[in-house]
T-cell receptor, first 115, second 114 residues
């Protein structure tokens, strides 16, 4: 069965420093991987996805993610964090069954960027 | 392009009462999802529709939860009777047929059961 794990409940980083939010996955077959962000009292917003191709995927708001097949990881990164990046981040994997897609989410990681 | 619309945004009820949530997906999106997000957890899929048919309701507590999408457009999720553990945010999402898996989410309906 497909699953994702986000090993950190919270990540703290100073503004201007690089950030990494970790995600590992377990799938059968080729993984389709996603990152979403959730701001307070809002729904989930798509950041980026990996389907195939380059292992480094670029997304919205300056975020990128690195796919590593040997480590079954898909870590979210940003070279220089902003206070406005503070939010809840979810990693997700696509489950494809019977011709239908659904996303399975990790538990989420809260990112706190301090001035 | 209009996003996924949900209402109400907030609802407070007492246990054993009933509640209904409404969702209108992005125009043209055939697939509609209801997720439950309990505080401190990731979203969990409750039910998935393709047009007006159910394709996955394996995690829907059918003794108290029901959902319908009669005309293949908007959808209603109902809880009756509510329990304390149903306190959560109910997220509606949609996607188009042939999507690689990217879902578009509404802002959610926060339910508090007292």
């Amino acid at each position: 069965a497909q699953s994702v794990a986000q090993p950190e409940d919270q990540v703290n980083v100073a503004e201007g420093n690089p950030l990494t939010v970790k995600c590992t996955y377990s799938v059968s077959g080729n993984p389709y991987l996603f990152w979403y962000v959730q701001y307070p009292n809002r729904g989930l917003q798509f950041l980026l996805k990996y389907i195939t191709g380059d292992n480094l995927v670029k997304g919205s708001y300056g975020f990128e993610a690195e796919f590593n097949k040997s480590q079954t990881s898909f870590h979210l990164k940003k070279p220089s964090a902003l206070v406005s990046d503070s939010a809840l981040y979810f990693c997700a994997v696509r489950a494809f069954s019977g011709g239908y897609n659904k996303l399975i989410f990790g538990a989420g990681t809260r990112l706190a960027v301090h001035p | 392009e209009a996003g996924v619309a949900q209402s109400p945004r907030y609802k407070i009820i007492e246990k054993r009462q009933s509640v209904a949530f409404w969702c209108n997906p992005i125009s043209g999106h055939a697939t509609l999802y209801w997720y439950q997000q309990i505080l401190g957890q990731g979203p969990k899929l409750l039910i998935q529709f393709q047009n007006n048919g159910v394709v996955d309701d394996s995690q829907l507590p059918k003794d108290r939860f029901s959902a319908e999408r009669l005309k293949g457009v908007d959808s209603t999720l109902k809880i009756q009777p509510a329990k304390l553990e149903d306190s959560a945010v109910y997220l509606c999402a949609s996607s188009f047929i042939g999507s690689t898996g990217e879902l578009f989410f509404g802002e959610g309906s926060r339910l508090t059961v007292l």
